[in-house]
């Protein structure tokens, strides 16, 4: 008598789980030129002057790695806040204490502030350790802020905006750049031509009420 076979229960098709997305982790970002692409195109679509420099601003901290940054603008003889960004005070405090807390105050051109030598003078500054600021150099960290925001200024880079037709009308200043094991470094020489290559996509941007 032949045995009868059992059935099987059906085979299930396992479904991979979805894929998420990993968050990037501290320093640069892998393809400089890729995000170069991305900011032309987001530029492009930048609804106003604002939205713009917050997107500048967030390009240059991803190419160098940059824990944060700022965005001044000109405005007769002062510099205000248009943009700010700071990975660990956002996290302590949230991103709109953030902004609260450092752009309080706008900063003179007569004051000896890094900011106001970018513009006065069209220079790009890169310190190692803005705390450790030669003597002979025009210029210095207003040590205030940092703690004013309970935070460690070390290394800096800042260039100058132009608008279209070549007038500097801001300043784009990142603070503390982060290698891929978090830990704070230098902006580097490659850092600085690709910032410098970023910031002349400010003069796409609609051009500020004054300056």
Request: net charge positive; hydrophobic share 40%.
């Amino acid at each position: 008598m032949a045995r009868r076979r059992k059935r099987g229960r059906p085979t299930r098709r396992r479904t991979a789980p979805p894929t998420r997305r990993r968050r990037s982790g501290p320093g640069p970002v892998a393809d400089p030129g890729a995000e170069i692409a991305r900011l032309g195109v987001a530029l492009a679509g930048a609804p106003d002057l604002a939205r713009g420099l917050d997107e500048l601003l967030a390009s240059a901290r991803r190419v160098t790695g940059a824990q944060a940054g700022t965005v001044y603008l000109r405005r007769g003889d002062v510099l205000e806040f248009a943009a700010v960004q700071n990975d660990i005070l956002a996290r302590r405090l949230g991103a709109a204490e953030v902004r609260t807390r450092l752009a309080a105050r706008p900063l003179s051109l007569r004051e000896a502030s890094i900011a106001s030598y970018v513009v006065l003078t069209r220079a790009t500054v890169n310190l190692h350790d803005a705390y450790e600021i030669p003597m002979d150099r025009p210029y210095t960290l207003f040590r205030e802020v940092d703690r004013k925001a309970d935070y460690r200024t070390r290394s800096m880079l800042a260039t100058p905006l132009r608008d279209a037709r070549g007038r500097v009308f801001g300043v784009l200043q990142l603070i503390n750049a982060l290698d891929r094991r978090g830990k704070i470094t230098a902006f580097s020489p490659e850092h600085q031509t690709l910032v410098q290559t970023l910031a002349g996509y400010a003069a796409h941007l609609p051009a500020p009420i004054s300056s």
